[in-house]
């Protein structure tokens, strides 16, 4: 590596929460700027959050933490930076192209988590909402240098779209046949720092939870593709002949306000952990928001994880950045098939993965995480086998690795800021086109 | 028959097979088209001129490549485009081969077109396996096929596309039919280890790898047949640069005629078994690239159905299964050590082997081709509402016949000779 890129400058943004506490998209943009750091020694690298939120300490000592108030201010900070990587650029970024390499972080599906989320309240005219996004998403591809996700699904998923937008042309193929030098992969890594406990946070402090209880934990939030209530109805179900099942779902105020306990499935939820009467008795809902240095009380006191979902597409394509936790706590997990992660929780196997909608086979795979040791010791071993394997200072390697080289791979230049013109341009009258529709 | 034409005839006999009260009709691209006797399926030859006489007399139309003939019959007619490939890559080494500048750049695009044509045409779409669907899921997210209806409808989107894999012979292997190369080849002795590379060798294959290794293994008792080099309807293609210079390095290595034969004519579909269930060991190898990511490789099932464990290369979605399942070795790519080792492996390690054999012959019942086509069976069965509208995807269906002809038209006014 030579002296230039050792000395580059990197800017990491986060569009969403970054503070004590936050969610999978602030997480990931803190640890991406830490691991950068520590894989590129000479890099001079900011990571950017939006102003209003309280001191956080920064990832590694020589990372600089910097408040944005407005996409103008955000782009001013940019163009003095060699790279920006972020998980979305607002058109405003159009006139760095070329100047600035904007690298994209494509770690959800973005269309298919906003089709599932089409159906909620704020949206007023469902078809002009989805093909605003698909607009803005395309128009993310057009403007990026360099391209990163989570899994080499989501890597198919992405190339299939640059195909469609005409990003794939034979330069890119041709000057590198594995594109791997525009689409790579960096997995929601685990962090190597040990799991440390910081005093009790469930057993004898929440009333109910006893020292002697199992506990099973929904550690992060409940989204819309989330299935809570077949989880509340399996251990509804048990306790009918045990009663040290505890299931708690960590935290319900989401910091980005993106689901929270008055959104659809959540709700839900907890109408039904009250119509079975087991809402404070065998399921917990914790209000608030665990900070992100909290957590760890709370994994070290987790029997077992729970999380499910439903075998859709939306699961297909999704990194379920929350099992990273587990992985880390070395706790089993008990997850729907049909995610990616899901595979390696049934294959290594680090749990038990469900069919989905499936009360009976969650009844079964709860009591085989609590009770089988020779199980849970197998899952265990294999937990920290996958935590060293996904630890940031591994999976950032190919993001570093485009930020040292400090050149693109993309298509030509001048016809993708044509194409990104045209692309902000549509998206801005669809967005305005779904503001002046009238509310549903 | 090259495996496209292999896929439509097995595709038209499971239909005819599990779908009650069908009428099948196979159209091939050949004049002297002709089905196997007793075959429960009409074949004709489909010409531009009477394509839309059969799209009219027809309920559903399958294809590989849907003309845009159709487009008057788009409201009336079911339409399932079978992309058993990622034609994206595939075609994007084919235009590295044939092509340069602007005109590399116009077939390209003409691709592109085409794929979206497809993509926008079909009410249902199959490919060959879950890497090509998830690339085209991308494909038609981009196009805003997958509206916010069609989520609605099928939140797997199963139903609006999904994979059918190639399937492998019907039949059993048949060991008692006369051998064709030990004893017959002049080249084959008794005691030989015999290698298959069963297929064309071309521009993506890398057949240099594979006689470097034999090279340092330098054993005569192990023989390496290169079958089938010809492609009926394309005949360069498998007799292009690639295997030239395979044939020049064997020449070179003082291989050709001694451990390395090529068979330069081409091989039926039915003879091909009998070469395949002769050899011992199955090989083929290539690069590691995108092509290779989202590549089915036909060729493997040929030697799964003939129990022959085989040797490829990393980066195919069947060398996972190889590697999963125990079906052969796989290799890095251009690691002739390796390979070598691997082919040294399978050729003396008869218990390996015959491990290997077993694992192959597991998975018989499921590559059955009414087991992989089940999808396909089901569309047209149940017929189900398609899950994109016809009438949400009509304007661009429209939109994107123009650009393909009018990419179609700079592609062949680009590259005239």
């Not at chain 1, 994880?305 to 439903?310: A, M, T």
């Not at chain 1, 909608?357 to 294999?382: P, S």
């Not at chain 2, 292999?6 to 009709?25: K, M, Y």
Request: proline share 6%; glycine share 8%.
């Amino acid at each position: 590596m030579g002296h230039e890129a050792m000395s580059r400058s990197i800017l990491v943004i986060s569009r969403a929460a970054v503070g004590p506490r936050m969610a999978s998209p602030g997480i990931r943009a803190y640890q991406i700027a830490g691991a950068l750091a520590r894989a590129l020694p000479g890099a001079r690298v900011t990571l950017a959050r939006p102003a209003g939120q309280e001191a956080v300490a920064p990832p590694e000592p020589t990372v600089r933490i910097v408040d944005y108030r407005s996409n103008a201010e955000l782009v001013r900070l940019a163009a003095r930076h060699d790279v920006a990587i972020a998980r979305n650029f607002p058109p405003h970024f159009i006139p760095l192209m070329g100047r600035t390499l904007l690298a994209f972080d494509g770690y959800t599906p973005l269309l298919i988590e906003w089709l599932e989320m089409a159906e909620r309240d704020f949206v007023r005219c469902r078809r002009v909402w989805t093909a605003s996004n698909r607009w803005y998403v395309n128009l993310q591809l057009t403007m990026a240098d360099y391209i990163f996700c989570a899994d080499e699904r989501q890597r198919d998923h992405w190339i299939g779209m640059l195909v469609a937008l005409a990003l794939l042309p034979s330069e890119v193929y041709e000057r590198d046949p594995s594109v791997r030098s525009l689409v790579g992969v960096v997995p929601f890594g685990v962090p190597a720092k040990p799991l440390a406990p910081n005093g009790p946070a469930m057993r004898g402090v929440v009333p109910g939870i006893g020292a002697q209880d199992r506990i099973l934990l929904w550690h992060g939030t409940v989204t819309d593709w989330n299935d809570p209530v077949t989880a509340i109805e399996a251990v509804h179900r048990l306790g009918k002949r045990r009663s040290d099942l505890r299931l708690v779902f960590m935290g319900v105020d989401h910091p980005d306000y993106a689901f929270g306990p008055n959104a659809g499935k959540l709700r839900e939820a907890i109408a039904r952990a009250r119509e079975l009467g087991v809402e404070g008795r065998s399921v917990f809902f914790l209000p608030g928001w665990v900070p992100y240095d909290a957590i760890d009380s709370y994994l070290a006191e987790a029997d077992a994880g729970i999380c499910l979902g439903y075998e859709t597409v939306e699961s297909r394509f999704a990194f379920r950045t929350r099992y990273v936790d587990a992985f880390r706590a070395r706790v089993p997990l008990v997850c729907t098939r049909g995610d990616v992660l899901a595979e390696r929780v049934e294959r290594d196997p680090l749990g038990v993965a469900v069919p989905e909608r499936d009360v009976e086979a969650v009844m079964a795979a709860i009591e085989r995480v609590l009770d089988d040791a020779d199980f849970v010791a197998e899952c265990r071993r294999n937990l920290a086998a996958i935590a060293e394997e996904l630890s940031w200072d591994r999976v950032i390697a190919p993001l570093a690795e485009f930020c040292a080289r400090g050149r693109t791979n993309a298509a030509p230049l001048g016809k993708r800021r044509r194409d990104a013109v045209v692309r902000a341009g549509v998206y801005y009258l669809l967005k305005k086109l779904n503001r002046s529709a009238p509310p549903r | 028959m090259s495996a496209p034409g292999i896929r439509a005839s097995a595709q038209a006999q499971v239909l005819a097979e599990h779908v009650p009260g069908a009428q099948v009709t196979l159209a091939g691209q050949n004049a002297d088209a002709s089905g196997p006797p007793g075959a429960p399926y009409r074949v004709v030859a489909w010409t531009s001129k009477n394509i839309v006489r059969l799209v009219a007399d027809h309920d559903i139309i399958v294809s590989s490549g849907l003309p845009p003939q159709i487009a008057p019959f788009f409201f009336q007619k079911r339409f399932v485009a079978d992309l058993f490939s990622q034609y994206a890559m595939e075609w994007m080494e084919v235009g590295l081969q044939h092509y340069r500048g602007f005109g590399r750049r116009a077939w390209v695009e003409r691709t592109r077109a085409w794929l979206s044509m497809q993509l926008t045409a079909a009410d249902f779409v199959i490919c060959n396996n879950e890497r090509q669907r998830d690339s085209y899921l991308g494909t038609m997210l981009s196009l805003g096929i997958v509206s916010n209806r069609a989520f609605a409808a099928d939140r797997t989107l199963r139903r609006l596309i999904d994979a059918a894999p190639h399937g492998i012979r019907r039949e059993l292997p048949d060991w008692s039919a006369p051998r064709v190369l030990r004893g017959v080849h002049p080249g084959f002795r008794e005691e030989d280890t015999i290698l298959i590379w069963n297929g064309g060798i071309i521009q993506w294959y890398d057949p240099g790898t594979l006689l470097e290794a034999l090279r340092r293994l330098g054993r005569e008792d192990i023989k390496l047949l290169f079958l089938g080099a010809s492609y009926p309807g394309i005949g360069d293609l498998g007799k292009g640069p690639r295997f030239q210079d395979a044939k020049a390095i064997a020449a070179a290595n003082g291989q050709l005629n001694r451990t390395v034969f090529f068979e330069e004519g081409w091989v039926s579909h039915d003879d091909a078994a009998r070469y395949v269930m002769e050899a011992d060991i199955g090989v083929c190898t290539y690069w590691d690239n995108l092509e290779t990511r989202y590549a089915h490789r036909t060729r493997f099932l040929d030697l799964i159905w003939a129990e022959r464990p085989f040797i490829c290369t990393h980066g195919d979605i069947l060398a996972e299964e190889v590697e999963r399942r125990g079906w052969g070795i796989v290799v890095p790519q251009q690691d002739p050590e390796a390979l070598a080792r691997a082919i040294a492996k399978l050729a003396d390690d008869k218990a390996f082997w015959e491990h290997c054999r077993r694992n192959l012959a597991a998975a018989r019942a499921e590559l059955q081709w009414e087991v992989t086509q089940r999808p396909l069976i089901e569309f047209c069965r149940d017929g189900w509402e398609p899950v994109s509208p016809k009438a949400e995807r009509f304007p661009g269906l429209v939109q994107r016949i123009a650009a393909y002809l009018g990419r179609r038209a700079v592609y062949v006014w680009a590259t005239k000779p």
